[in-house]
């Protein structure tokens, strides 16, 4: 009550010009000038007088002298925002130099009728009652006042979207610190120049008019049911007005259907590259899934963990989260288990379980306990320049890793097992994609050895924000500040959403009829230098380049590094087999039958091993068809042998 009665008497005060408050404020002053020489007299005389005759001259001196030097003395300037003790030493300078004067003519020199004490009663009076004035106006005015000062220092944010889901945006940002909404964007023209909830509602194209005449840095999508395609078309257009670009995620993902300030977040770059979901199909999600025992290897990893995510919906009766990783184990089943507790659906059973997938006796420990329908394996080693330089170690975790879950799981009569391969698998420059070619190859011989298990591979592109991905490192530095590494101007990649991905690999590991090589739809291939520049602008920064030295953020060319590819492919041939699926292919790659491939694999092992990595590139070369390596050895084990080597000579 009595902060609802605050707030309505000190807003409108608040609310007013500038120089009527000052007119305000001087005519209290010029009141507690009278009111002091009154109040000396009482004092002096010990009764009221009238303010006649001789003590009128009192009052037009205090007035004459106390006023231009409160105005001189800048009291009038910044009336709110001193506080504590320059508020009191800026009254005290001003009330010394006014009692001097004051006190001067009323005590040292003497007016008839005014007696001199008054000259000396009157400015100590009047240093409290102006002390206490402004205690009093910072007391009711000046906290208020404060936080308008700093809303109005805030960025300035216009919300996209007059519907549902921008009113609670707005509301929900009523009081926010980090933002302040001065208005609705909107492509209704019958709401153009009307008010919502108090705040304007425009078009589009009076953006670059607010931003130069109210300052606007930001710009909040609050879309959740728009088309991609229109959502593609306003961020363009977005792109040329820098400006800062957050959005609301989709109404599914949406808790309840309510927008809370939480749900806002920074623009995805798959909000710009994206393309409009195909509705999943339920029947292929849930036939390998629902109510069967599922094992997920590496379900730690960025790929495994949303697989994990999407499994959970489909309500296997026990899910295996198999991840060689102690925290991200932890990380992910703790998730898991929340999920759980805030859905309403069947319980699920999750079983972490540490485990390397290169550990054939805890791999057979596991599937034998368990006896799992089907494995989806995501365990690998996938950064391209970590495992250029352990070759060693990637060839053992994403081949034999591979060959020893598999083999186990033929072994156990898994009934499916999918595995989670890349683009990078195709004509391969690096030890990763041909390690993983290598992989697929194992399970296509495996799937003519074993056909009671159903082996099946699928293969994608990069996903937006996995570990490793451009996309989070660039917003990193965006945020520090630039420069952005690229380490080529014409590099490009395919991309596709995590959720997406994950969807994909369960729908096609469904369709498996063993030996399978899926290839997923992943759209056209994305100009990392355009990818770059696209976050830059969606920050609401500029690139600094040859067109413009002063921008914001240098975009910065560090060259390929070691195994590093311009461009990936999805397919080895040209032939390529539609599905039922309109996001998935089928493609018929040739393999090496498992003898011949076995006596291959025997002698990597060996090569394994001592290390011998140029033995290890040329059986790679031998069975990956069009693996072309990097002459250069990057092994750090070998350079540093190769350094002591030359020491000692």
């Known amino acids: 009550m009595l902060e609802r009665l605050h707030k309505r008497t000190a807003l409108p005060v608040l609310a007013l010009h500038r120089y009527a408050k000052r007119i305000i404020v001087l ?89 001199r004490t008054v000259g000396l009663i009157q400015p100590l009076l009047l240093l409290f009652a102006v002390g206490g004035s402004r205690a009093l106006a910072r007391y009711w005015l000046g906290g208020m006042y404060q936080s308008q000062l700093k809303i109005a220092a805030l960025p300035k944010a216009l919300i996209y979207g007059a519907g549902m889901s921008g009113r609670q945006l707005a509301s929900a940002m009523a009081n926010s610190l980090e933002v302040r909404v001065t208005g609705f964007l909107d492509d209704d023209d019958r709401l153009h120049g009307q008010s919502l909830n108090g705040l304007p509602v425009y078009g589009l194209d009076d953006l670059p008019g607010l931003i130069e005449s109210r300052g606007v840095t930001d710009v909040l999508l609050a879309l959740p049911s728009v088309q991609r395609k229109r959502r593609n078309e306003i961020l363009e257009r977005m792109l040329n007005y820098h400006v800062a670009v957050r959005t609301l995620p989709s109404l599914g993902d949406l808790a309840q259907g309510k927008v809370t300030l939480s749900d806002v977040r920074e623009l995805d770059i798959d909000d710009l590259l994206g393309r409009e979901p195909v509705a999943p199909n339920h029947i292929l999600l849930g036939k ?26 489909l309500a296997p009766a026990t899910l295996l989260l198999v991840e060689q990783s102690e ?50 394996h995501a365990a690998a080693y996938k950064h391209v320049p970590l495992v250029e330089h352990n070759p060693a170690e990637g060839v053992r975790n994403n081949v ?70 451009v996309v989070p490192k660039f917003r990193q530095q965006i945020r520090d500040g630039g420069p952005i590494t690229l380490t080529h101007a014409d590099i490009t990649r ?32 994305v100009k990392i230098l355009d990818l770059a520049r696209r ?58 039958p498992w003898p011949a491939l076995k006596e291959k694999l025997d002698t990597l092992t060996i090569a394994l091993n001592v290390n011998d990595v140029d033995v290890i590139k040329a059986i790679l070369e031998q069975v990956v068809s069009g693996y072309q390596p990097d002459e250069k050895i990057v092994d750090w084990v070998y350079l540093e042998q190769q350094t002591e080597l030359d020491e000692s000579i």
């Not at 106390?66 to 005290?92: D, E, N, Q």
């Not at 030890?431 to 591979?457: C, D, H, Y």
């Open 288 to 313: 390998c899934v629902t109510d069967k025992v599922v094992l997920v290897t590496g379900a730690g990893g960025s790929i495994g963990s949303e697989l994990c995510r999407q499994l959970v919906k």
């Open 327 to 376: 925290f991200a184990l932890y990380e992910l089943h703790q998730e898991l288990l929340g999920r759980l507790a805030a859905s309403s659906e069947k319980r699920i059973t999750l079983i972490p379980l540490l485990s390397s997938v290169r550990d054939e006796v805890r791999m057979r420990e596991i599937i034998s306990t368990w006896q799992p329908h089907t494995v989806y």
């Open 494 to 525: 395919y991309f596709m959403t995590i959720p997406e991905a994950a969807q994909l690999v369960i729908q096609a590991g469904a369709m498996a009829k063993g030996g399978d090589v899926f290839v997923l739809d992943m759209g056209q291939p």
């Open 27 to 115: 005519a209290v002053d010029a009141a507690l000038c009278v009111l002091t020489v009154w109040l000396a007299y009482y004092l002096r005389l010990g009764g009221f007088v009238p303010l006649t005759g001789p003590a009128i001259w009192a009052v037009l001196a205090s007035l004459g002298l106390a006023l231009p030097v409160f105005i001189v003395s800048g009291l009038y300037r910044a009336i709110f925002r001193y506080s504590g003790w320059p508020a009191l030493l800026a009254v005290m300078r001003a009330i010394v130099i006014y009692g001097l004067l004051f006190s001067s003519v009323f005590t040292a020199i003497g007016v008839a009728g005014v007696p």
């Open 400 to 469: 034999f890793g591979t060959l020893t879950a598999a083999r186990v799981a033929a072994e156990q009569g898994v009934a499916d097992f999918v595995l989670i391969s890349t683009d990078k698998a195709v004509r391969p420059t690096n030890i990763m994609g041909a390690s993983k070619r290598l992989a697929e190859i194992v399970l296509q011989a495996l799937a003519v050895e074993s056909p009671r298990t159903k082996f099946s591979m699928v293969r994608f592109g990069n996903v937006l924000g996995s570990s490793g991905s």
């Open 535 to 592: 976050m830059v602008e969606l920050s609401g920064l500029t690139v600094q380049d040859d067109a413009n030295p002063d921008g914001d953020i240098d975009i910065q060319i560090t060259g390929l590094r070691p195994g590093e590819k311009l461009y990936e492919e999805l397919l080895i041939g040209d032939n390529p087999e539609t599905t039922s699926h309109p996001r998935i292919m089928k493609a018929h790659d040739e393999f090496m």
